[in-house]
């Protein structure tokens, strides 16, 4: 039988874990490939991936979108309770790739939006 709760909370951690690594490709690692004088990478991941820039003109629709699924998975696992011998593993990774994804959401918010000002304020 197909536990639907568990399903449901799969797809949605998978869904923030997707959308968090597209908000990391299109925004921070472009700065750090720059940042490490690899111009050229982000010159020839640009030209193969061409939807990138779209995604990072948009890119606060996209961790908007992001953050309002992690936040659902947020939720959903603070309702869920292991009921099942098996399952009390199954929350546990499931809880760690949700932090994960939180993580990587706020290292590249923190380095689409703050780094530049950030490092602009210091060297001033």
């Not at 197909?2 to 869904?15: A, E, F, H, Y």
């Not at 993580?103 to 490092?119: E, K, Q, V």
């Amino acid at each position: 039988m197909l536990n639907r709760d568990k399903l449901t909370t799969n797809v949605s951690l998978l869904g923030g874990f997707s959308l968090a690594l597209i908000g990391t490709t299109c925004c921070a690692l472009p700065i750090l490939l720059v940042a490490l004088g690899m111009g050229s990478a982000v010159v020839a991941m640009v030209s193969t991936l061409p939807w990138l820039v779209t995604v990072s003109q948009y890119k606060h629709i996209t961790f908007t979108l992001t953050a309002i699924i992690l936040a659902y998975c947020f939720w959903r696992l603070t309702r869920m309770t292991a009921c099942e011998p098996g399952s009390q593993n199954t929350l546990k990774w499931q809880r760690r790739a949700l932090w994960f994804s939180s993580a990587i959401l706020i290292i590249s918010m923190f380095t689409a939006y703050l780094l530049l000002p950030l490092s602009l304020w210091l060297d001033s």
